[in-house]
Structures are given as structure tokens and as C-alpha cells.
């Protein structure tokens, strides 16, 4: 499992107020007698489970190869892009634990005019604002726990090789002209624009501000050429576009007919100098879009183009937000189709995170700042809530409260809750010591079926990139799990001593085995939780990077395995109401305290 673990703030706040206990979890402190004794404790790590081991795929193991968009660096990333790329990771991090070869791509597009006015309004040069915003995003992806493999960036020099080779292929095939284009410009998109997609007064419906009349000496690529072979492409395969409401738009779009357009700006100075005219600049789209393959070049002196492709083109997914489907639907697969090579296998156009009913966006000035969420919340809450509540593909609207209602719920009760007051009992009944292994341990036990069950939904809503209800089945497996501590009660069963204190020491195997297996399951979205649940469960570092999908199995844990001491893997998130009832609860108890006490003390009589 390849992993980047970002140990940020999370780490620190979970060793800090524990989670809410249940008043039944208090009770645990009790001295019960007889415990479960043993005679010498192993030492630790004597009884660890040998987990599945594929620290890298091997070499004939299948590519799944994936890319987000390349970011615009006009300003710093919003959370509408950290969105994209949590969503990726995780779709990464999936494919990984299958044991397959993941290049996950990422980067930044930083040529336009755009980021030309941008530089210029900070009293900087493109290079110095472009190299300032690229690191930002870098960073975020740390804090996130991107785990990306490749990060490309369009004003690298190897970049630039490619866009020329693939250019002049276009060329040499007869899609390139030179004309004159006079139309309305959105300068925000970076796009000339249709009349019957703008609004009133010419507004672009995205930005919302009027396009600007242009009239350029342009290059044009010869787009409307390939109209038949687009409607072809998505009637044979119709998984090309996805989800499927997103195809019915790009067929839509193609129906009307589609026009030429233009690769070329005379009025752009920083971009790509077209190949033989150095009076024009390449457009930052035809720019942009090949980066998804100079992000293969690797460390090439003469980064070549058929080389390029053959380490690692087709890429299996492209995920991006539906405001540009159709760069990547339309026109980047005309390009590629001009250049000789092979289509992605499926482009992915998710909606758009909204704020006050309004898609987040720089350009709208309207964004909600990761930095801050990740800030104030840690990276797993954030990775977590995004990906559980918005149904991927859909929109979704942020709400501050409902982002601590949902983090709180499941992943500090439901599961967090469920590991500390487990291995509380176990500390206290079973000195921190596994009494049998977890596949005796669920003999006959329909729980163990049930789970399994869970395990193969999540797996197959991962696999269909339903990300939201890949977290509700994990969820449902720590529901399980307390009912199933509930209903048995091993807090009692451990005070009658005997077969019941045995059976009751049985039953936290069985739990600890299912918290086990929600790690695993749910890594791919909380990687730092997971490992965390995983340390608890007495596991090394090297074990936890080794485990795999197949780790999800039932069996993992091993009698006489030693547990880590209980502490809390997930701090429960108090908002700011309940930290004012607090000091109102807690002046109100010091100015009652001598009545407490003498009331205390007549009940006590």
C-alpha cells in the first residue's frame, strides 16, 4: 500500500480529549472479578498476524492510471479543487489495495492571460506567481494526504517538447489552419463563446461577467472534422462519459454540430510559442490537456512522444468538474484522435461543492479555504465528510454544522467509540491480550457473515465510484459491531467469571476483528485514521503499509496478539455552542457545590 501519511494536526488532537463515553463505558474502571489471567505476557509483537505483503505491485500487475485536472494557478486552490483530488486519492488508494499499478497524476496548468493579469496585480512576474501558487497546491495535497505520483506542471521544459510534438502531428494530418475569429471572449474561461450559452448582456453563465468582443488572426483546430467519429465513440461505448446524466450533455452538445475553434492567441505573450510563429502562443487549453501525458516523460533529456505514451497511456479515469466536460469530452478526444492515439477509457464529470446555494469558485470570490477546514477540523474529518456526503457526480452544499454532526457521529462514536471502550475491557479483563484468533473466535457466528457482506458492498460501490456509499456500507459495519456489543454485554458477562467471562473475552475478539477490518475498508478515505485504528491493534507501521484489499478478510487477528494501551484514534469535535454551555454548566456546578454536597449527604443517610 503505498501511502503518504500526512501526521498533522489530527495526531495531536486525538491523544487529547478522548471521545464521548456512554455512562455503560464508566462503569468498565469497576475492579470486576475473577479476570482472565495468563501467565508471562508475550512481548510485543510476538503474536502478529502475517498480513497480505504487496509493498509495490509487481511488475505484470495491471496499470490503472488516473488524473485530476491540472489546476489554474491564477490564485491559490479552494476547496472545489481540493474536492477533485481528495476524491482521486481515494479512488487511488482503492485501486492500490487491489494490487494494482497506480500512476495517479496531478498538477498545474499555468499558462493565459489569465495568469499573466493575475502576476501583474500581485506586482509579480508569471514565473515567480506561477512557482509560488504550483508549491501552495503541493502543499495542500500534504496536508491532505494526497498520495499523487506524478505532478506535472505545464511550464516545465519537458512539457513543453511534448505540446510542440503532438502539435505538429495535428499538423502534419491536416487539422491545423490558419483564419480569422471574430466573436465574444470569456477571458475568465479562457474561451470564445457561443451567443445562445450566454445570458443577458452577454454574461458568461459560469462567471457571470460579460464576454468581451474579440476579432484575432488565430490557428484553428479542425474539431467539426471529427463530429462523426465522436457520435461513434460514445454510441460503442457509452461508459466514456460518466455519470450518465453528464453523456446525455456531451451527446446533446454534439447534435447541435460542432464548430472549429481556435489553439492559437496573437494577443497572449505567456503560454507556448506556436511551433515555425513565434508571433502567437499555443492556447492554454490544446496547453494544458497534454500535460495528463508529459506527466508519463519522466526524467527523458528529449522527452519523446510515442516513449511518452508508452509508460502508461490510456489512463483508465479522468476526474474533473463538469464546468470543463467538454475540453475533456469533445475537444481532447478530437486532439487525440487527429494526433493517432488512444482515447482515456473514461472521463468523470463530478458536480460542484456549493456555498450558500452558489458553486465556490476563485473567480466568483466566494470559496471556502481548505487550508482552514484542515486547520480547525484535521485531514480525516475533512477527507471523510466530502466524500460521505456528497454523492459523487451530484452537487453538494457545505454546512459547518452538519459537518461536526456527521465527523462526530461516525467517526469518533461509531467507530472511534467502538475501539476505545473494546480495548478499555480488554486492558482490564485480559491484560491487553487476545484470548483465541478472530476466525475461531466467529465459528458459526452469523455477525461474521454479516460482515463479510458489508465488506463486498463497499468494495463494489469503490469499484463503481459511488465514494458516499462505499462510507455508508464501512459505517453500517461499525454499526454492526455495537449492536453486537450491546446485545452481549461483555462488561456483565466478564462479572459472572466462569465460560461466561471466557465467552465475553471471545466477543472483544470478534469486535476488535471487525474495527480490524473497517481500518482496511475505509483507509482509502481516512488513511490516517486507519493507521492509527491498525497501531492500536498492537500492528507495526511496515505491517499496516503492507495489508491490501485482501486484508479485509475475516481472520486477521491472532490469539495471544497484544494490543497497544487504549486511547482514543478520533477526537469528537465540540462546536462552539456546546463550548459556551460547558462554561455555563461549569460556573453554574461552583456557585451550587455546598448544596450539592449537603444533598449528597442527607441521600447518603
Given at each position: 500500500m503505498a501511502v503518504r501519511i500526512n501526521c498533522s494536526i489530527q495526531n495531536t488532537l486525538c491523544l487529547l480529549n478522548p471521545p464521548l463515553f456512554s455512562l455503560r463505558y464508566r462503569a468498565f474502571t469497576l475492579k470486576l472479578k475473577p479476570q482472565l489471567h495468563f501467565g508471562q505476557i508475550p512481548s510485543r509483537g510476538a503474536f502478529f498476524c502475517t498480513c497480505s505483503t504487496i509493498d509495490i505491485a509487481p511488475p505484470n500487475a495491471e496499470r490503472f492510471v488516473l488524473t485530476t485536472p491540472l489546476y489554474y494557478v491564477n490564485a491559490p486552490p479552494h476547496m472545489g479543487s481540493a474536492y477533485t483530488t481528495i476524491a482521486a486519492d481515494a479512488i487511488a488508494r482503492f485501486q492500490r489495495l487491489l494490487g494494482k499499478k497506480v500512476i495517479f497524476i496531478t498538477g498545474t496548468d499555468e499558462h493565459g492571460e489569465k495568469i499573466a493579469t493575475a502576476a501583474m496585480a500581485q506586482g509579480s512576474t508569471p514565473p515567480d506567481h506561477c512557482n509560488l501558487i504550483s508549491q501552495s497546491y503541493k502543499t495542500l495535497w500534504k496536508d491532505l494526504d494526497i498520495s499523487y505520483?506524478?505532478?506535472i506542471r505545464t511550464t516545465d521544459s519537458k512539457h513543453e517538447a511534448i505540446v510542440k510534438e503532438f502539435y505538429s502531428r495535428v499538423l502534419a494530418n491536416g487539422d491545423i489552419y490558419r483564419a480569422d475569429y471574430d466573436g465574444l471572449y470569456c477571458v475568465n474561461c479562457e474561451e470564445y463563446k457561443d451567443e445562445k450559452e450566454l445570458l443577458d448582456n452577454n454574461c458568461c453563465p459560469v462567471h457571470l461577467k460579460p464576454c468581451v468582443s474579440r476579432k484575432e488572426d488565430n490557428y484553428f483546430?479542425?474539431?467539426?472534422?471529427?463530429?462523426?467519429?465522436?457520435?461513434?465513440?460514445?454510441?460503442?461505448n457509452p461508459n466514456f462519459v460518466q455519470p450518465s446524466f453528464r453523456l446525455n450533455e456531451v451527446q446533446s452538445w454534439i447534435k447541435r454540430g460542432l464548430r472549429d475553434f481556435s489553439i492559437s492567441r496573437a494577443s497572449v505573450d505567456w503560454g507556448i510559442p506556436v511551433p515555425e510563429d513565434k508571433?502567437?502562443?499555443?492556447?492554454?487549453?490544446?496547453?494544458?490537456?497534454?500535460?495528463?501525458?508529459s506527466a508519463l516523460s519522466d526524467d527523458q533529456e528529449q522527452p519523446d512522444l510515442l516513449e511518452t505514451v508508452s509508460s502508461g497511456w490510456p489512463p483508465s479515469l479522468h476526474l474533473i468538474g463538469k464546468d470543463i466536460l467538454r475540453f475533456h469530452a469533445v475537444y481532447w478526444p478530437a486532439m487525440l484522435m487527429s494526433a493517432g492515439l488512444s482515447l482515456p477509457k473514461m472521463v468523470f464529470g463530478h458536480g460542484f461543492l456549493?456555498?450558500?446555494?452558489?458553486?465556490?469558485?476563485?473567480?466568483?470570490?466566494?470559496?471556502?479555504?481548505?487550508?482552514?477546514?484542515?486547520?480547525?477540523?484535521?485531514?480525516?474529518?475533512?477527507?471523510y465528510f466530502f466524500l460521505r456526503e456528497v454523492e459523487f457526480g451530484n452537487d453538494g452544499d457545505y454546512s459547518e454544522e452538519r459537518f461536526i454532526n456527521i465527523v462526530n457521529a461516525h467517526l469518533a462514536n461509531t467507530i472511534g467509540n467502538l475501539l476505545n471502550r473494546t480495548l478499555g475491557l480488554l486492558k482490564k479483563n485480559c491484560q491487553s491480550i487476545l484470548v483465541v484468533d478472530s476466525i475461531l473466535a466467529a465459528e458459526g457466528n452469523v455477525f461474521k457473515?454479516?460482515?463479510e457482506k458489508l465488506v463486498d458492498k463497499a468494495r463494489t460501490h469503490y469499484e463503481?465510484?459511488?465514494?458516499?456509499?462505499?462510507?455508508?456500507?464501512?459505517?453500517?459495519?461499525?454499526?454492526?459491531g455495537n449492536l453486537y456489543m450491546d446485545q452481549r454485554?461483555?462488561?456483565?458477562?466478564?462479572?459472572q467469571g466462569g465460560t461466561a467471562a471466557q465467552a465475553a473475552a471471545t466477543d472483544l475478539v470478534i469486535i476488535l476483528e471487525t474495527v480490524r477490518i473497517i481500518a482496511i475498508a475505509l483507509f482509502p478515505v481516512t488513511p490516517s485514521l486507519s493507521w492509527r485504528i491498525y497501531a492500536q491493534l498492537g500492528y507495526s507501521r511496515d505491517q499496516f503499509d503492507a495489508a491490501t484489499w485482501r486484508d479485509t478478510r475475516w481472520g486477521g487477528l491472532k490469539g495471544g496478539q497484544v494490543m497497544a494501551q487504549p486511547k482514543p484514534v478520533f477526537a469528537r469535535i465540540e462546536n462552539q455552542t456546546?463550548?459556551?454551555?460547558?462554561?455555563v454548566a461549569v460556573g453554574k456546578t461552583k456557585k451550587s457545590k455546598g448544596k450539592l454536597k449537603q444533598a449528597q449527604e442527607v441521600a447518603g443517610a
Open positions: 505520483d506524478k505532478f483546430f479542425a474539431l467539426s472534422k471529427y463530429q462523426k467519429a465522436l457520435e461513434e465513440t460514445l454510441n460503442k508571433t502567437q502562443t499555443i492556447y492554454v487549453w490544446f496547453d494544458a490537456l497534454l500535460g495528463y501525458i456549493t456555498k450558500d446555494g452558489m458553486k465556490m469558485g476563485k473567480s466568483l470570490g466566494n470559496t471556502l479555504e481548505p487550508n482552514d477546514l484542515v486547520s480547525k477540523f484535521g485531514t480525516d474529518a475533512v477527507r457473515d454479516n460482515v463503481n465510484l459511488s465514494l458516499s456509499s462505499a462510507c455508508e456500507a464501512v459505517l453500517e459495519i461499525g454499526n454492526v454485554a461483555p462488561w456483565s458477562l466478564f462479572k456546546e463550548v459556551e454551555d460547558k462554561g
